[in-house]
């Protein structure tokens, strides 16, 4: 069964720039995948950032930034912000109607 | 705006049932699929099912086929979750959640969620 990989956690500093990515334990990803990024704040639903590999939803500013490096999906914030302390969820189009998400990345800002 | 309002959750034992049930509004319903998406305490976010719009095709994860199932009635604006045989492992929260037209769009809009709790 194909799992969908994150990083468990990352670290940035204010003002910095990180790059998240999201994985297949067996192939690459594509933009065939539509890979969509969510973020959480613990305690409140998700939030849709990033659809089909690098459309940035509405209202979310552009510092948030997807797109594909080498066999992976990747989400970049750029000037980190304090309040982008949160987990951050890549998922992927199966097909045949299914969805994965992978396990989180949980960024901390320091 | 777009409002998804679940509600239906609870506290029971393993291997009962629950019906969860999402209101949907500001939005033409049947034109949009929907899904339920699930997250255990402290855990992840877990897909759970998705319905088309029309509801002729669904589909679910390995964890929860057979037990759940998914629906919607467009003319009132509902999406149901009929959860059966229930494990400690389902308790979790469940979020409606609205796609684009198809069950391969993306989740534009989310639900607050409702707690489902499997406990002896």
């Known amino acids: 069964q194909t799992v969908v990989t994150q990083e468990p956690s990352f670290s940035v500093s204010p003002g910095g720039t990180v790059t998240l990515t999201c994985g297949l334990t067996?192939?690459?990803?594509?933009?065939?995948?539509?890979p969509t990024w969510y973020q959480q704040t613990p305690g409140l639903p998700p939030r849709t950032l990033i659809y089909s590999t690098d459309t940035r939803s509405s209202a979310v500013p552009d510092r948030f930034a997807g797109s594909i490096l080498g066999n992976k999906a990747a989400l970049t914030i750029t000037g980190a912000q304090a309040d982008d302390e949160c987990d951050y969820y890549c998922?992927?189009?199966?097909?045949?109607?299914?969805?994965?998400f992978g396990g989180g990345t949980k960024l901390t800002v320091l | 705006d777009v409002q998804l309002l679940e509600s239906g959750g609870g506290l029971l034992q393993p291997g009962g049932s629950l019906r969860l049930s999402c209101a949907a509004s500001g939005f033409i319903f049947s034109n949009y699929a929907m899904s339920w998406v699930r997250q255990s305490p402290g855990k992840g976010l877990e897909w759970v099912s998705s319905i088309s719009a029309s509801g002729g095709d669904t589909y679910y994860a390995d964890s929860v086929k057979g037990r759940f199932t998914i629906s919607r009635d467009n003319s009132k604006n509902t999406l149901h979750l009929q959860t059966n045989s229930l494990r400690v492992e389902d308790t979790a929260v469940y979020y409606c959640?609205?796609?684009?037209?198809?069950?391969?769009?993306?989740?534009?809009?989310w639900g607050q969620g409702t707690l489902v709790t499997v406990s002896s």
């Open positions: 959640a609205k796609r684009g037209a198809y069950t391969s769009s993306p989740v534009d809009h």
């Open positions: 998922a992927l189009y199966m097909g045949g109607g299914i969805w994965v």
């Open positions: 067996s192939g690459s990803v594509s933009t065939d995948y539509y």
